[in-house]
């Protein structure tokens, strides 16, 4: 599947990790920590979709129309195959369109003779296909399978 990376996403704190995952593979995903009642605004006024643990603010969400995704399990590869299969993200990683884990903006992918390197151009920060690549393929393929299985 190829998804729709336009889809945008608020992350409450129960859900911390799958925010970068969620960066790596190229969506506008949002880290948040605080009151339910602003978050549920500030997926309004932006036209987010509410990623959460909590069924209060999950039923909350969804009275007030903003669209929302009640996540169950704490395993990372059972949350990523459960939204390729419930809102059709992407499971895999464009190297062309992908975002920093640590800031959420766009990296710019610079080819080298010997590795390609994505540097974010808001923290600096800088990434490239170390051994922990290896852990995030195996992830994204086992999620690929979750994902398709209905």
């Given at each position: 599947?190829?998804?729709n990376r336009?889809?945008?996403?608020?992350v409450d704190a129960m859900l911390g990790?799958?925010?970068?995952w969620l960066r790596i593979l190229g969506y506008d995903s949002e880290y948040w920590d605080g009151d339910d009642g602003k978050l549920v605004q500030k997926a309004l006024e932006e036209d987010r979709i509410i990623l959460t643990k909590d069924r209060e603010l999950y039923v909350?969400?969804?009275?007030c129309g903003v669209q929302a995704v009640l996540i169950?399990?704490?395993n990372t590869a059972q949350i990523l195959g459960a939204l390729n299969r419930k809102n059709k993200i992407s499971l895999e990683f464009d190297p062309e369109n992908t975002r920093?884990?640590?800031c959420n903006?766009?990296?710019r992918r610079n080819k080298g003779v010997f590795r390609d390197e994505w540097i974010c151009s808001n923290c600096g920060k800088r990434y490239w296909m170390g051994r922990h690549w290896k852990n995030i393929t195996r992830i994204l393929e086992e999620a690929k399978k979750i994902g398709r299985r209905s």
């Open positions: 599947m190829n998804g336009g889809q945008r996403f608020l990790n799958i925010v970068s909350y969400s969804m009275r169950d399990g704490n920093c884990p640590t903006h766009l990296l």
